[in-house]
């Protein structure tokens, strides 16, 4: 009987060393200060609910800088640099189906969003680079399209730079907004 007991205490101890977390000096990165986020278009293409046959058209990963007071556009973000479009990795948008910017014909997959930040228009670039640190790597020889489009000045500033999108009679339009400025690109289905 001794023995039985003692080879259990002995199973009993070894399986709570196996059980110690093997891995307990790993470090996990702290959260970001620009946390990532993803928008769809339709905006509840990722919520629909049983019955629902709406699907994705378009969807946007990326991270969300924040203001902090900063002076953003001509300074932070430099007027006729290229700019990653939010913060860490490039910006990423995926296109579920064909779709039309500026007369041009888009495949279905996933493109870089890079942008070149003016005092009255964005350059706006699709470009098939992807999973890609910021804007450093950046190869102009890879864009798909370009296209100027106006910036709108807000009265408020916005804190987090955001994307969202409204529905177009025959696409939808892409609209990004940080600091005091909006900018919108119409995409065609």
């Given at each position: ?18 059980q ?9 990165a ?30 946007v ?43 041009k014909?888009?495949?279905a997959g ?30 102009e ?9 106006p910036?709108?000045?807000l ?8 994307i ?9 339009t ?16």
């Amino acid at each position: 009987m001794k023995n039985i007991i003692l080879v259990v205490f002995a199973l009993l101890c070894f399986s709570a060393k196996a059980q110690e977390t093997p891995n307990a000096e790993l470090k996990f990165a702290p959260a970001d200060s620009s946390p990532a986020d993803i928008v769809y278009f339709p905006l509840n293409a990722a919520k629909v609910k049983a019955g629902d046959i709406t699907k994705p058209k378009i969807k946007v990963v990326y991270s969300r800088p924040q203001r902090k007071g900063r002076e953003i556009f001509g300074v932070l973000e430099q007027y006729g640099k290229v700019w990653r479009f939010g913060a860490n990795e490039s910006t990423e948008i995926r296109f579920f189906e064909k779709v039309t910017i500026s007369g041009k014909k888009i495949k279905a997959g996933t493109y870089s969003i890079f942008a070149i930040p003016n005092k009255d228009t964005f350059t706006i670039i699709l470009n098939t680079q992807t999973d890609r640190w910021g804007a450093f790597t950046y190869d102009e020889s890879k864009d798909v399209v370009r296209l100027n489009v106006p910036v709108k000045t807000l009265t408020k500033p916005v804190e987090y730079f955001s994307i969202t999108f409204t529905p177009l009679a025959t696409g939808a339009t892409l609209i990004a907004a940080w600091d005091k400025i909006q900018v919108e690109l119409p995409i065609g289905f």
